[in-house]
């Protein structure tokens, strides 16, 4: 099962900050939390990850609480074209395969 | 590069029909997945290899099975189809490189539907 707990749905308005956050309350110290998304019906597209340090990238950056029980992955000016399922997910295993759970349906209204 | 390609695109199966799934990438990453994705729901890993010959079952591998001959070559098998494996088949890879990056690179899915 997935040891990450997303909100089902968001709403942003286009050009401001989408915020979505994540719990990750049981990754272990030495997991890495990554981030994905899904356009509909595509494959899911790498964005971000992360251990303890915030990062940032061309595409989002990274809050993770100092306790790494939560992050926040942030888009800084939403375009209707990152309507799309964000995955948190850790990437634990032999292999660093993923286990996904549900997602966050991100919708950017224009 | 082309990335991860997967054929065919969409399938239509008869139940007791088997086919084979078909995964490429020509990025010599050595790790390769194969998850599928029922509707509304978030992807669930089959089988998984970490090299070429080497695989293993991921959590849903039942009625599915894989080879890894070669570094670029992933296919996934099914033996006899059925309409619980209708789905939505995702192949992916990724490189175990210095540092800690795991990226997983995603082929745009095989949509099969068992009828």
């Known amino acids: 099962d997935a040891k990450t707990t997303q909100p089902t749905s968001m709403d942003c308005a286009e050009g401001r900050a989408a915020n979505l956050p994540c719990n990750h309350s049981t990754i272990s110290g030495n997991e890495y939390v990554y981030w994905y998304r899904q356009i509909h019906s595509q494959g899911p597209q790498y964005i971000i990850h992360g251990l303890k340090n915030n990062e940032t990238n061309e595409m989002a950056s990274l809050i993770i609480t100092e306790d790494r029980k939560s992050s926040t992955l942030i888009l800084p000016h939403a375009t209707l074209r990152d309507t799309a399922v964000y995955y948190c997910i850790d990437n634990s295993g032999s292999a660093r395969q993923l286990t996904f759970g549900s997602g966050t349906q991100l919708t950017v209204l224009p | 590069n082309a990335g991860v390609t997967q054929t065919p695109k969409f399938r239509i199966l008869k139940i007791g029909q088997s086919m084979t799934l078909q995964c490429t990438q020509d990025?010599?990453?050595?790790?390769m997945y194969w998850y599928r994705q029922d509707p509304g729901m978030g992807l669930k890993l089959i089988y998984y290899?970490?090299?070429?010959?080497?695989?293993d079952k991921g959590e849903v591998p039942n009625g599915y099975n894989v080879s890894r001959s070669t570094t670029e070559d992933f296919p996934l098998r099914l033996e006899l189809a059925a309409p619980s494996q209708t789905s939505v088949y995702f192949c992916a890879s990724s490189f175990p490189g210095q540092g800690t990056s795991y990226e997983q690179y995603f082929g745009p899915g095989t949509r099969l539907t068992v009828t």
């Open positions: 990025m010599n990453h050595n790790y």
């Open positions: 290899s970490v090299g070429a010959g080497i695989t």
